[in-house]
């Protein structure tokens, strides 16, 4: 029976993926993919490698149209709050990036 290992490295799961190690360590350092650092290189683990997958997934034709026969229902039953409802407070006004120099501070 092979032995299956738990964590795989970056250049594993690019080749499990058809990715270069590159652009799993981007998807890593996004924080899109979960891992470990161990001694400077990251390890990914199985079970978060699925679950990384499974939330890409697309739906069939099939799926969709279950989704879209729930989906009025679950709405219709939740009432919609606000954001100044949830938090309490209104969202604070922009502020800009620098304040204006005082009127004997600028230049003529």
Known sequence: MALRRELLNTNEVAELLGFTPFTVRR???LRKLKAVKLMGSYRVRRTDLEQ?????EIETEEELAEIEI??????AA?????RVEKTGAARPAPSSKRPPKPRAARRQ
Do not use: C, G, N, T
């Open 27 to 29: 998807y890593i350092q």
């Open 52 to 56: 990384f997958l499974k939330a890409r």
């Open 70 to 75: 729930e989906k009025p229902s679950a709405r």
């Open 78 to 82: 939740r009432p919609r709050v606000s």
